[in-house]
């Protein structure tokens, strides 16, 4: 199954933009600023979350339009039956909020988890190993939502009870003691889920880069370093008995928002942040097609790839496209000129995008 009949309605430079006839491989083509990103960053909307960017909802809204954005697109499955239309748009009047349809019904965007897996690698993203540590948790849960529906609401219930926890610790008169209760129940509940999820997906991911080849790409190994018990009971009582402590420090100090994942490069048994630029990417390519073969296991998987080729040497670029190729996801990528792409030219679907307009090549 994949993504075609694709719509842009005032999403960002993209006043009426549609696309129809995806395949396999699909090659956005254009200058830097033509508007070739925002397609990826629509199309990442068909996940839960906030997109590639992680930007807020009026900033994706043309500035010349209605206030709003819509972006909708068929999932096609190749054999006949009918597709499953899935839209996702913004209203002037409701711009905090990102709302959902499947078939024409409202539905939770958590719901579009449900339909396709999605995963992505930009430019940003090279410096995830000497980034922040919520970062890279956010790496994780991305992908972890890839493999497992549930995960985003596990995530968002979690940060919900959280901040009501760090509310309660916060004021200046100790909180009742069943109210903390509740409070902790919940983060139990969800936090466990959460750092199972992540512990999940890291030895899954541990086990498919083992079967990639250790070159032309380098082969990274994953640590998962949970920051509290990462079972329901052992987790609730380590906020019960850390109470003190916490309204001490006025903030939670144990649970799965100080999990960490420390990432080696095997052979050279260096950490990423200190291995060299070229090196970071390399391990990131193979962390994205090892998740890309686990995805493609289950729903449909979707690969979005930002101005990935161009950075990369005849030789990889050629194994990438060979990896690509073998899996099960749909693929579309960017860059400025065709030639980096010759390997998948004849293969795919290509657009040339100019200031928010495509031309079918």
């Known amino acids: 199954m994949a993504l075609d009949q694709i719509t842009l309605s005032h999403f960002r430079n993209h006043r009426e933009t549609r696309l129809d006839g995806a395949r396999k491989f699909n090659l956005l083509v254009g200058e830097n600023g033509a508007g070739k990103t925002n397609i990826l960053e629509a199309l990442s909307l068909f996940a839960p979350g906030r997109g590639l960017r992680r930007a807020a909802l009026p900033e994706m809204a043309d500035a010349k339009g209605p206030g709003g954005f819509s972006i909708g697109a068929s999932l096609i499955d190749g054999a006949g039956n009918d597709p499953v ?92 003691a069943a109210w903390l209760d509740g409070v902790e129940a919940q983060l139990a509940d969800h936090g466990a889920m959460l750092t199972q999820g992540r512990a999940r997906l890291i030895g899954a991911l541990g086990a498919e880069i083992t079967t990639l ?77 090892a998740h890309a073969a686990l995805a493609a296991r289950g729903r449909p998987n979707l690969l979005l790839l930002d101005e990935v080729a161009a950075h990369l040497d005849p030789v990889r670029r050629a194994s990438l496209f060979e990896r690509l190729r073998d899996n099960g996801a749909q693929v579309w990528l960017t860059g400025t000129e065709l030639a980096p792409f010759a390997d998948i030219r004849d293969e795919a679907a290509v657009w040339q995008v100019t200031d928010g307009q495509l031309e079918r090549l």
Request: glycine share 8%; charged share 25%.
């Open 85 to 176: 239309r899935l839209g996702t748009y913004t209203e002037a009047a409701r711009q905090g909020r990102r709302l959902v349809q499947v078939n024409g019904a409202d539905a939770s965007a958590v719901s579009l988890g449900e339909w396709l897996a999605i995963g992505w690698l930009t430019p940003a993203m090279d410096r995830l190993f000497n980034d922040s540590a919520g970062a890279r948790r956010r790496f994780m849960d991305r992908m972890a939502l890839a493999l497992d529906p549930m995960h985003a609401r596990h995530a968002t219930r979690f940060e919900n009870a959280l901040r009501e926890r760090n509310r309660l610790l916060s004021d200046d008169r100790p909180p009742e």
């Open 213 to 289: 080849p250790a070159q032309p790409f380098a082969r990274p190994a994953l640590v998962y370093a949970a920051g509290g018990p990462i079972d329901r009971a052992s987790l609730a009582e380590a906020f019960r008995t850390g109470r003190n402590r916490d309204r001490a420090a006025g903030r939670t100090l144990t649970g799965p928002h100080r999990d960490e994942l420390a990432v080696t490069m095997s052979g050279k048994n260096a950490p990423a942040a200190a291995c060299s630029t070229g090196e970071q990417k390399a391990m990131l390519i193979a962390i994205t097609l």
